[in-house]
């Protein structure tokens, strides 16, 4: 990479990580990370997702399991902390593909779609 390109390159993450997305990415992420029942939640989450996906693999379908991490999902959904980070994370994620699109509008050049002939 050629040192204009990296300096830009450089630059452009400096003015997403001074947006109010990222600001507020970050924000809401410690405060999740500070949520004692969410961690313990997703923590058990994990652990229940990682079992689901084993026993799926193995071709076997545990109905009670997944009822279990449907329940665990839907009592993160419940918790403020949780709702606000992934609001903060959709947003991010939003702005970071709008970047994508106008560098490829730029370039006249779709990077999906040259993956996919």
Request: proline share 0%.
């Given at each position: 990479?050629?040192?204009?390109?990296?300096?830009?390159?450089?630059?452009?993450?400096?003015?997403?990580?001074?947006?109010e997305e990222?600001?507020?990415?970050?924000?809401?992420?410690e405060v999740?990370?500070?949520?004692?029942?969410?961690?313990?939640?997703?923590?058990?989450?994990?652990?229940?997702?990682?079992?689901?996906?084993?026993?799926?693999?193995?071709?076997?379908?545990?109905?009670?399991?997944?009822?279990?991490l449907t329940?665990?999902?839907?009592?993160?959904?419940?918790?403020?902390?949780?709702?606000?980070?992934?609001?903060?994370?959709?947003?991010?994620?939003?702005?970071?593909?709008?970047?994508?699109?106008?560098?490829?509008?730029?370039?006249?050049?779709?990077?999906?779609?040259?993956?996919?002939?």
């Open positions: 990479m050629n040192d204009v390109i990296r300096d830009r390159a450089i630059a452009l993450a400096k003015s997403i990580s001074e947006s990222y600001r507020e990415f970050i924000a809401t992420e999740l990370k500070q949520d004692e029942v969410a961690q313990n939640l997703l923590i058990e989450f994990q652990e229940k997702q990682q079992e689901f996906l084993s026993k799926q693999l193995m071709g076997e379908v545990d109905e009670a399991l997944l009822n279990s329940e665990i999902q839907g009592k993160l959904n419940e918790l403020e902390s949780v709702r606000n980070f992934m609001d903060s994370y959709n947003r991010l994620v939003s702005l970071l593909g709008e970047v994508g699109d106008l560098i490829s509008q730029e370039l006249d050049f779709d990077f999906g779609e040259a993956y996919r002939t």
